[in-house]
């Protein structure tokens, strides 16, 4: 059954604001994006996708075009004084997208040496959230580029949590690893509210016995984690994986979500709960804050009861 808003919104809410993130290629980050975004959306709430990618796979999968005249992610990144509501373009209800321009990629050279480049988006989004006639967003979906560049790290400097869309391979516990170390980094140097949200798993086949092994790894390794001081310490792999699925391959050259392009394919169904989780754990976690709004997110994720592997057991089955 789809799930429904528990409470409206109201302007004091923070924004969950995620960087999808993992420095190898290929592995799904825009296909999540994308497709997580619409669902969040879909469930009636305000999302913001920002195509951190010069690739701009993200822009063109929403149908946008990216040489299109107008602002862009590169505007705000290089002009702090650009006003980064005119870099906003609604693209389905509920959904904006800030798009990426191949200009991106000149970005990294063009702010080489210049003091507090990291924090240029986030500065950005804050002005976004001030002003009254821009967007109230509830989530912020970043698309980051298959690197470790510029691009990755404002995405990470403007997030509160990193989720990262993976394979279940057998060398996922050794990469996983290492993008967790960076993230490490990030939060000591540029964000110490940054926390790791987990993992989606993408294009998974549930079928083998190597992929459980590895989920199970994942799984013992975020619980072995739980009593140290880590930006990991709260992370889960996310239900459900989203399944190898054709039809999440072919939309974006129409440039069209999963739900545009095949509403009934098990990949739009497998985004569409991921989207209800990751709303129904940010209710959560908000019910809580109002309790005790001196709490962080990593205490109200424990309280919230969304961790731990009983929570993770019922979730499997429900
Ligand atoms: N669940 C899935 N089933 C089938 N194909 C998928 C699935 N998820 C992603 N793909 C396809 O796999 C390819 C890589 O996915 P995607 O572009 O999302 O990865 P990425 O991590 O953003 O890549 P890059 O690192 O280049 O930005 C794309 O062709 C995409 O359509
Ligand atoms: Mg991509």
Not at 110 to 118: A, D, N, Q
Request: charged share 25%; glycine share 6%.
């Amino acid at each position: 059954m789809p799930y429904t808003p528990a409470m409206p919104r109201t302007a004091s809410r923070l924004a969950r604001v995620i960087a999808l993130m993992n420095q190898k290629g290929g592995v799904g980050k825009t296909t999540t994006s994308v497709n997580l975004a619409a669902a969040i959306a879909g469930a009636g709430r305000k999302t913001l996708i920002i195509d951190l990618d010069p690739q701009a796979h993200a822009t063109l999968h929403l149908g946008l075009d990216a040489s299109a005249p107008g602002a862009s992610v590169y505007d705000v990144l290089t002009d702090p004084a650009a006003d980064p509501k005119l870099a906003l373009v609604e693209a389905r209800d509920n959904l904006w997208a800030m798009p990426s321009e191949t200009d991106l990629a000149a970005a990294e050279s063009e702010l080489s040496g210049v003091t507090g480049r990291f924090e240029r988006l986030r500065s950005a989004l804050a002005r976004l959230r001030e002003d009254p006639s821009a967007p109230d967003f509830e989530f912020v979906l970043m698309d980051c580029p298959p690197s470790l560049g510029l691009l990755t790290l404002s995405g990470l400097a403007a997030a509160r949590e990193v989720i990262i869309p993976m394979q279940a391979h057998f060398l996922a516990l050794q990469g996983v690893g290492k993008l967790l170390e960076t993230v490490g980094m990030v939060r000591q140097r540029l964000n110490q509210n940054l926390s790791v949200g987990g993992i989606i798993l993408c294009m998974h086949d549930a079928q083998t016995t190597h992929t459980r092994e590895v989920v199970d790894d994942l799984e013992g390794f975020f619980d072995a984690a739980r009593d140290q001081d880590v930006p990991w310490r709260f992370a889960r792999v996310y239900q459900p994986p989203v399944r190898r699925n054709i039809k999440l391959a072919e939309c974006p050259s129409f440039g069209q979500t999963i739900f545009d392009y095949a509403p009934w394919a098990p990949g739009a169904l497998d985004y569409q709960k991921l989207g209800e989780a990751l709303v129904r754990e940010w209710d959560t976690m908000n019910e809580a804050r109002d309790e005790s709004p001196s709490l962080s997110d990593a205490e109200i994720r424990v309280l919230s009861g969304s961790m731990g592997v009983d929570a993770r057991r019922a979730e499997r089955s429900a």
